[in-house]
């Protein structure tokens, strides 16, 4: 029999001194503030840890397995309590959204990204439970996103970790309470860290039809190099996208690279990324085609800041709400439903990593 066990946190329970909470077959938790004052869980598991923030936006800061920290290079050196994006910029997985995302426009009036990866959670709780695969625990939380005659939403967010797994297991579930449709844009902003020398391998086709490459520079991004020289880098990454599989200084990621991507799924409807590390080890990405019928890729490698963002996966553009409405690409969620988005994010050991290099090739027929 499947049992589980809730309990509902408190901000009270979370001081500057970190203190344990509570062990479980494998797993143990504790609580502490960053010096910052933002409220911090740490979850470690009997292959590494991670840290998650309850009340803002429900964010995992950092995530180590197997002794390699896999969360992206930063100059913010811890959380801070704010609701702008890039002020505290650097955690290793963002919920963003629901009710518009991406790079806004001009004449757009939401936030990068939207209004969920800094959301100020009214509710957090943890689960403790044991099935068929074993123990576990999740956090997870409830936000209320409520503003008179425009939205009423609820966010729920899990984060699952199993006693001896390198995988989490993340879910997402969007209820509007709305009598009316609303507009729904979500994205898994999943940063990693990039590792020299490692090579990406996902399950899509690694042509020109599948791998198209942002040459628009955001109005936020500040570029290193000479305009030109990066534009041009650009343009042969378009017509060329496999030059981005090897992650070295031969590759131009400063600022940015930005790609939409269309995967292929198997026959769960799960798509999957890596980036294969030289010693075999493995970022990985699993995502559900259905829930996230579009998927970016977002590359930084600069002297402040590296990140690998794998797979984005998302229900919709990163071009802000004008621009992907105007597209067709924002969807509508029902009264009173809820949409649900799952991904599972984490390291792969080397035997691992081979037999989904395996499957990746079946998906995609390439030997």
Known sequence: MHKKTVIYLRESFFTEKEKFFLETDGISVSFFRYES?????????????????????????????????????????????????????????????????????????????????????????????????????????????????????????????????????IEMKITNNKKTEMDLMFMEHINFRPVENSVLCYSADYNLESVKVNVNIPKHIKTAASIEIFIDYLEKLRKNPELHHIINAEAMFDPEVVMNIVYKADETGYAHSMQIHPDGYADYVCHNIMQFDQALRWISRCPDQEAMGLVLPANSGNGGYIAEKKAGNVKSLAAGKTAVFNVKVGLLTPNETVKMENRIENITERK
């Open 37 to 169: 004052s933002v409220a911090a869980i740490r979850v470690k598991n009997r292959r590494g840890e991670i840290v998650i923030l309850p009340y803002q936006g429900q964010q995992i800061w950092n995530c180590v397995f197997d002794g390699r920290d896999l969360t992206m290079k930063t100059a913010v050196s811890e959380p801070v309590r704010t609701y702008d994006y890039l002020t505290t910029y650097g955690g290793f997985l963002l919920h963003c959204g629901a009710t518009a995302m991406g790079v806004p426009s001009n004449d757009d009036n939401h936030p990068l990204h939207g209004e969920l990866p800094n959301a100020q959670y009214q509710e957090a709780y943890i689960i403790t439970g044991e099935d068929g695969s074993g123990v576990y625990i999740i956090i997870g939380g409830r936000y209320r996103h409520n503003i008179a005659f425009n939205h009423n939403y609820i966010a729920e967010p899990a984060i699952k970790i199993r006693s001896d797994s390198t995988l989490l297991d």
